[in-house]
């Protein structure tokens, strides 16, 4: 059966109780399970197909809590590794009165980052999801690479998600280079408008078509509350608006995007149907990823099914 591999970071999400408050006038926070990898993990396992996180957590309360939220959601843990050399992940939140976020992070370094290994076996029905926070130079860094590997030679689908995080690298040139070496090892890559012009120099659209390198073969283009658009080498093949909802936290809405079009994807050839379906899986993945918005943090807030249904296409 076709499974989610996701690697990299699974952290604690600080959530501030009031939106508008700059970061260092937050008063009070509520925690919530994050980072990526652990967010896109927990949309394929709530939607109900098979999904495991590969990453490592400190021997902590924190580690202890994220262990037990991936559980109660069914996303698989077996894979996670603990350590006493450094602590599970922290992220403190601030939101503005529209629900978009600034960090502050808390991993020098954090458990994650000190992965050196991972045993584990693909087959050519499985997918790979990463993104590029753990991709800074660390041991987690060559465990990617390894597991990249391993994915190529068992002949999945990788999916890549830059989802760029500044302040954790040492300069945004850093950050630059290493996601333009790992764009290329993708099949499917997921991309913002603001991340496109930050890669290419360019903010439009026909910038996407330089990401066609190596193995790559389509582009998801996001673009917040106005919609996405998936891309392939001959051009634009589908475009969907988006849906209007009462946003209260943004936090995890691209995870939960990115996470329910792999949800679509698993147990097809991926790449195949993605260019056939683009228009529904679109619909659908929009639809969870503006329901994940709806409440404050990633994993609590993502959707059921039967609340994807009842969500009414805009006119």
Not at 8 to 20: Q, S
Not at 70 to 78: K, Q
Not at 151 to 158: E, F, P, S
Not at 159 to 173: A, E, H, M, T
């Amino acid at each position: 059966m076709s499974k989610l591999y996701a690697i990299g970071e699974a952290l604690i999400d600080f959530i501030p109780h009031t939106k508008g408050v700059a970061l260092k006038n937050v008063a009070a926070f509520d925690t919530q399970v994050g980072g990526a990898p652990a967010n896109v993990a927990s949309c394929v396992a709530k939607l109900g197909k098979q999904s495991a996180l590969l990453t490592q957590l400190g021997q902590d309360a924190f580690g202890d809590l994220i262990v037990d939220t991936l559980n109660e959601v069914g996303v698989d843990t077996s894979y996670i590794k603990r350590t006493d050399e450094a602590n599970t992940g922290l992220a403190f939140v601030s939101l503005t009165e529209d629900g978009e976020r600034d960090f502050a992070f808390y991993r020098k370094p954090s458990a994650d980052m000190l992965m050196d290994n991972v045993d584990v076996t693909f087959t050519s029905a499985d997918m790979l999801h990463f993104c590029s926070v753990d991709l800074i130079p660390s041991p987690m860094r060559d465990t990617h690479v390894k597991v990249i590997h391993q994915m190529h030679n068992a002949g999945g689908t990788i999916v890549f998600d830059p989802n760029l995080r500044f302040p954790l690298w040492p300069s945004k040139k850093a950050l630059k280079e290493a996601v333009l070496e790992f764009l290329p090892l993708a099949h499917i890559v997921k991309v913002s408008d603001e991340e496109l012009e930050f890669l290419t120099g360019s903010s439009h659209v026909d910038s996407i078509q330089t990401l066609f390198n190596g193995y790559t073969e389509v582009v998801i283009y996001t673009e917040g509350k106005n919609g996405a658009s998936i891309y392939t080498q001959d051009g634009c093949i589908a475009r969907h608006p988006g849906y209007k909802v009462n946003v209260q936290d943004t936090t995890g809405a691209g995870d939960a995007f990115i996470g329910s079009v792999i949800y679509q994807l698993l147990g097809h050839n991926a790449v195949d149907y993605i260019k056939y379906h683009a228009d529904s899986i679109l619909s659908f993945s929009n639809k969870v990823g503006a329901l994940t918005t709806t409440n404050k943090g990633a994993i609590q807030s993502l959707p059921t099914i039967s609340m994807i249904e009842q969500l009414k296409e805009e006119q």
